[in-house]
T-cell receptor, first 114, second 114 residues
Framework: AQKITQTQPGMFVQEKEAVTLDCTYD???????LFWYKQPSSGEMIFLIY??????QNATEGRYSLNFQKARKSANLVISASQLGDSAMYFC???????????FGAGTRLFVKA | ETGVTQSPTHLIKTRGQQVTLRCSSQ?????VSWYQQALGQGPQFIFQ???????GRGNFPPRFSGLQFPNYSSELNVNALELDDSALYLC?????????????FGDGTRLSIL
C-alpha cells in the first residue's frame, strides 16, 4: 500500500540558510510521481515541486530542489536561502501513475528565524 | 486564468445535520478531488470526479457523497454530521489523464461541528 512518512514534525532554520525536509515513501508501483506542497497558516496548498519516478535528474524550481534517492525511496525537499515567508507546513505527496489517489504525509512545520 | 474557489469559507453545523460544500475548478481542468484535513494532519483523500463520474474513493463512509457538473464544478455533501467531521475540506482541480501534473487547491472550507 502507498505510504508517505515525514518524520520531522517541526524544524527551525535561520534566515538565509538552507534546510532539508525529509520524506520517505512506500509503493509497489514502479511508476509514480512525488510532489511537495506548502501550506501557510491561511490554509491553501501551494505546489512547489514535482519528481517523476523515471526522471534521471533531481527536480529544481528556483530555491526548491528535490533530493530524489529512488533506491532508498526518499524524496527530500531542500530549500536554499530560507526567507521568513517560508514559515509554513510542508507536505510530501505521492500519486501512482494511472491512479487517482494522492497520498499525503503528516507534514513538517518549518519555522524560519530572523 | 481563474483559480480554484471554494464556498463557504467557514461553516458551523450541529451533529446530525447535513452540509453541502462547493468548488469551482480552475479553468481548463476537468478533474476535481476532495480532501479532508483534520487539525495538525495531512489531507486525506475523499474522492475524485472526472467528467462528472466518480473516479475513485478513499476510506470514507457513504454519507460522504459528491457531484460534478458539466462545467466541472463540484459539490461535496456530508449527511448525518459527526463531531469528527470537523476539519478543513480542500478541493483540488487538475487536468485528468496526467497524474504528473500538480493539483491546484482552493483555500478550503473550515467546517466545525458542535
Amino acid at each position: 500500500a502507498q505510504k508517505i512518512t515525514q518524520t520531522q514534525p517541526g524544524m527551525f532554520v535561520q534566515e538565509k540558510e538552507a534546510v532539508t525536509l525529509d520524506c520517505t515513501y512506500d509503493t509497489s508501483d514502479p511508476s509514480y510521481g512525488l510532489f511537495w506542497y506548502k501550506q501557510p497558516s491561511s490554509g491553501e496548498m501551494i505546489f512547489l515541486i514535482y519528481q517523476g519516478s523515471y526522471d534521471q535528474q533531481n527536480a529544481t524550481e528556483g530555491r526548491y530542489s528535490l533530493n530524489f534517492q529512488k533506491a532508498r525511496k526518499s524524496a527530500n525537499l531542500v530549500i536554499s536561502a530560507s526567507q521568513l515567508g517560508d514559515s509554513a507546513m510542508y507536505f510530501c505527496a505521492m500519486v501512482e501513475t494511472g491512479g487517482f489517489k494522492t497520498i499525503f504525509g503528516a507534514g513538517t512545520r518549518l519555522f524560519v528565524k530572523a | 486564468e481563474t483559480g480554484v474557489t471554494q464556498s463557504p469559507t467557514h461553516l458551523i453545523k450541529t451533529r446530525g445535520q447535513q452540509v453541502t460544500l462547493r468548488c469551482s475548478s480552475q479553468s481548463g481542468h476537468n478533474t476535481v478531488s476532495w480532501y479532508q484535513q483534520a487539525l495538525g494532519q495531512g489531507p486525506q483523500f475523499i474522492f475524485q470526479y472526472y467528467r462528472e463520474e466518480e473516479n475513485g474513493r478513499g476510506n470514507f463512509p457513504p454519507r460522504f457523497s459528491g457531484l460534478q457538473f458539466p462545467n466541472y464544478s463540484s459539490e461535496l455533501n456530508v449527511n448525518a454530521l459527526e463531531l469528527d467531521d470537523s476539519a478543513l475540506y480542500l478541493c483540488a482541480s487538475s487536468l485528468g489523464g496526467d497524474e504528473n501534473q500538480p493539483q491546484h487547491f482552493g483555500d478550503g472550507t473550515r467546517l466545525s461541528i458542535l
